[in-house]
């Protein structure tokens, strides 16, 4: 894996040419699915893209200055280029774009099952505050509220 701050150099805005490449990589990763009017109307708030040669993953976010809280909407990388630290480079930039408008606490949501997803928050200081259960029988429609505090 490479380092972060040599892969965050790839990172930058998306604009509207990214969507058709974003709705891609969003449909090879969830099951619930944002279409193109969702990602459009996600290009006014934070929404950042990994692209080398072409578009590999993506990361949205949404901030309240009033209550200086930020919620990570979605964050996806291409399957096939998993465990090369882009989810780390995207997840850092919004992190520091938060941080920027001086938002306090930031919050996301992560199915239970998505290991990896769980660990790769846990090493930026994200912890479980909440666990949701949609269906108690059936712990894969299961998710956690991860929660961090920027001011640490």
Not at 114 to 140: C, D, H, P, T, W
């Amino acid at each position: 894996m490479s380092d972060a701050s040599e892969l965050c150099q790839y990172v930058r805005s998306a604009s509207e040419p990214d969507l058709d490449r974003v709705l891609e990589i969003e449909q090879a990763c969830f099951v619930d699915q944002w279409d193109y009017t969702q990602f459009k109307a996600a290009l006014k708030d934070i929404f950042l893209v990994y692209e080398k040669r072409k578009i590999a993953g993506f990361i949205t976010a949404c901030y309240c200055q009033l209550a200086k809280k930020g919620i990570i909407l979605r964050i996806a990388v291409e399957p096939s280029q998993r465990g090369k630290g882009i989810a780390k480079a995207l997840l850092t930039e919004a992190l520091t774009k938060l941080h920027d408008y001086d938002i306090m606490d930031v919050e996301l949501s992560v199915d239970i099952v998505k290991n990896g997803a769980i660990k790769l928050y846990e090493k930026f200081g994200f912890r479980v505050m909440q666990v949701v259960s949609m269906n108690y029988n059936n712990a894969n429609e299961s998710f956690y509220i991860m929660k961090l505090n920027l001011t640490k």
